[in-house]
């Protein structure tokens, strides 16, 4: 689980709730016409701009925003070099058993093609397309929640119109006019609110998301090349290295050194 | 038919007009020369903004966007494997006749190409230019929806701006102030509504039409090409798995057991 | 005559000035400083953004944007094809005459260099020099008109603060508010009006000018390098066809069958 | 010196003050807390933004921006194909006393490199390099001025809230409300006016310059090579002419036939 | 330590509290729970988008923005050219001592790799990821600023908005209409000035000491490919020499001579 996700989302919503509370009278901001207007309306727009599979996938893919974690850059790197010593005392075709026992598929499948005695250049090529569809992948789910978090404020601004238009054409009763266009206000709350503390984070949460899981990959092709090559397991991990931001590079090293 | 389209659309629709009636005189968001300003000046800016043979092809663009479905990326997998080892068994001539029978005028060229001795290289660049001429074609189209979206909202803008002009220069009757700025508010409504409605959701609809048919077509060309290159029907599959989502190819290697 | 953007211009223009008149007084939306505030002040706002030699083309540009015509794609296959027939029979040098014919000067350029003998590869370095120059050159050309749509409005709304900050500082004569409120606002319709009906369409219109024209000139590229070549004409036609939309590409069969 | 910045400040500035003075009290608009907030808000913040010599060197920016002129495209032609010329009778080396008293520091430093008897390669990847790091350097001036044009409204509209927030909380006096509102809005008039006519022209012209620059440099790289590789002096112009401006090229054409 | 971060974040704070200070009570622009919703929203958002990891080297991001000064450019070209002499004179493992003495540790692995005898593409691959991956961290950092900049002008109008719904649902007492709205009001001018003082300037910053790192690695890179390639110190001194700004190339050359 990601807790700072929950973190950060609570936080966000315990302040504007605050915020409503503080100032009195908090029912004035519960309004189904307009939140149905908000919801209902931007959805619509979501699923109009978008492949029905993907709109199916929602839940998955906030799941992903909310519960998959940061990957280990340290152990990629622990486990490629475990084989890359493997491979240089007992042969590529040793890694077949460990790879079965792998939990990510990206690094079984590489391992297999390797073991399949794969032509490297192949191996890159499949592996890369895999990488560049993930992004192609990822970008639209990203794109979904940018749809969204677009549309949100515009039909909210689209429903604040429309209470103003109906309160201005009607002014019989001056005394209506304040609490008219406070409802009128509260779809733009809404479309507001949805984007702010929903659509635009959890978009870029996605992005942090793929860029995250691309490097891992971009790590294991790294690895599976050098150890397919026969390379030394000490450059393998001098390889690799280079993707650990400094502070993570001097922790594992004194790891190393423990040993 | 793309089902999502409509439902996308009408979800929207019905949220908008729900809010209207509920609020209570529908008859005031009707209003003739506002709507005339909105459609018109955007469609004039549109006009204006893109060659006219693509301002004709606006019927076949909106059937595009809400009739032409998500391809079944597993059948292209399949066919392409098929031709394989019809090619590695019957040799490449052979597929001349299931070309002449694919409803597909990319895939029925890419295969006429090969059958016609092409050399792989001049396969490669003509499918690529066609891919990149498609990309573009499918740009143009997008961009005059985005004009359209974009303009939408600037001349709801300009006619409120009329309508505020008009009724502040003339305030001698202020119970008319009121109606008066309900019917400036309009147009604004309108743009904003043509928009976030059907502007800016087809637009990215389109988007996602372009993506799914520049993949089909890159998986035939790296299909045709290892066809071509008499490579293993196996390893064809290999290389057009990796277009599947991940869901889908254990969907695909199910169903080849089960055969 | 690009009839479309006569007609684009038109019908926008039409409506914005229909909605003003069925509102009434037209007298009320004539206002000399406002105009001369929004259009002074963005054109001497694009005059400092730009190179002075790009000011003095501004007739020409627009000339370009409304007077000329997309380019004739088929023909432009016919005329290639059949210099790489002539050149077949007769030898690339027999195509100089032809060269000299020929209204495209940077057709005409392109046969000219291949005549002179020039190294394949310095005729595709020199053209595409040419044709990534001309794209610089449009993209400073739509520049100055992006910068009018942007300045247009900002100077509108200068003129409305000016209007707005007058008529506050002076509230003596509370009857005089909505009529002088009331020429505040016509700057920000002008700015808007100008960037919308004029200013976005016609860079956009430069941008589509800019497509077509490097289309034109890849196509030519392509085909003169495939004479150079000797390729057989069949294929030359081969090449410039995927450049034809698919509609096109069916007529231009069927023409061809007909002969 | 380019008249034309001149002319376009100029034109801009005497717009909106002869709206100001049109329009009555000219007096109103000179405020000099609001002009404070928004020039030293919107330093502040570029100062913040920008690394300490870029912001020091402000004064040979605008320098450039307004007095350094567009280059004599056709000059440069001349003077490289009189090298050209040079080198093929007299040797490279004869080009040294040439180099030296050549007023452009690039053009001086690529005929010295060549005199030196660099290889080709390294020529090429020094002046490259340098080009390169030239337009990064013109990137972060006009990023410095982009920054300002952002900040300065944003500040304006600092000013406006901190003059709406005192005015609103301080009703007794009814009859101030409308001049503390036109004081309020002034700050917002001030940051938009620094922003139109001053920070995003002269960000814009600086692109310009960039491309001028740029291009310039790109012709001596361009000559400079072909010199190096001994090329036929009547090539070197056909390679540079590519890089004239299609009118440019006829008077070019002219000039040396009348000669 | 950066004075000119510290003189422009105190300038522009300065400029605003005069604003408020000299337009009487600056009391009425401290309210808490308006602060809360902007900053607890905006910071909420911003924990949400972003990696934990990244979150919590927030004071380390602000460190480098405000205490880590501009490279000296030229010190680098100096080191880098007295190596290249060493190694000239006494071979590359002469280098290793100079190498641990060093600050910088990519200049310290730079040499470390050279010393080692590593191939000079495996060098320059190890290295130009490593650059790569430097770039996408700080992207990183500067994305969190972004998201918080864009956040809080967003929780800025979101709480003006509440304020606003709950004054307009409660208007029994006009007299409270201008302190509600100024109270509302606050919010929005605390995410703006959060934005504007804080939030841009220091993304933008965060780019400016990428930029700025990111060529001093490119140096190094430049120069240690260099000496390892066994080239002259003067030719590795020219290559440098090019990344400095001409201004300080000509102080170096002084420099030079007076030595």
Redesign the interface.
């Known amino acids: 689980m990601?807790?700072?996700?929950f973190?950060?989302?609570?936080?966000?919503?315990?302040?504007?709730a605050?915020?409503?509370v503080?100032?009195?009278?908090a029912g004035?901001?519960i309004n189904l016409?307009?939140l149905?207007?908000v919801v209902?309306?931007a959805?619509?727009?979501?699923?109009?701009?978008?492949?029905?599979?993907r709109?199916l996938s929602l839940g998955q893919i906030l799941k992903k925003a909310f519960f998959s974690e940061?990957p280990e850059l340290i152990s990629i790197v622990q486990t490629m070099v475990s084989f890359a010593e493997k491979a240089r005392r007992e042969g590529l075709l040793s890694l077949e058993d460990d790879a079965e026992q792998l939990d990510d598929?990206f690094m079984r499948k590489s391992i297999q093609l390797v073991v399949d005695g794969t032509d490297p250049e192949l191996v890159k090529s499949?592996l890369d397309?895999?990488i560049g569809?993930l992004e192609?992948?990822h970008a639209?789910n990203k794109?979904m929640f940018d749809?969204f978090a677009?549309?949100a404020p515009?039909?909210g601004?689209?429903?604040t119109?429309?209470?103003?238009?109906?309160?201005?054409?009607?002014?019989d009763d001056p005394?209506a006019?304040?609490?008219g266009?406070?409802v009128a206000?509260?779809?733009?709350?809404y479309g507001?609110?949805m984007?702010?503390?929903f659509g635009?984070?959890?978009a870029?949460?996605l992005t942090?998301r793929t860029?995250?899981e691309v490097?891992t990959r971009e790590m294991v092709v790294e690895g599976i090349l050098a150890i397919q090559a026969g390379e030394n397991p000490r450059?393998v991990e001098?390889?690799l290295k280079?993707?650990l931001?400094?502070k993570f590079r001097k922790a594992f090293e004194d790891k190393e050194e423990s040993q």
């Open positions: 990601d807790l700072a996700s973190i950060g989302i609570a936080l966000a919503c315990i302040m504007v605050g915020g409503i503080a100032g009195g009278d004035a901001f016409p307009s149905l207007i209902g309306g959805l619509g727009g979501t699923i109009l701009s978008n492949p029905w599979k709109v940061s598929p499949i397309t895999e569809l192609e992948r639209g794109f749809t677009e549309l515009a039909f601004m689209l429903g119109l429309i209470g103003l238009i109906q309160m201005l054409g009607n002014l005394d006019l304040g609490p266009m406070a206000l509260i779809t733009t709350f507001s609110l984007a702010n503390i635009i984070p959890i870029r949460k942090v860029q995250e490097m450059l001098e390889r280079v993707f931001p400094p």
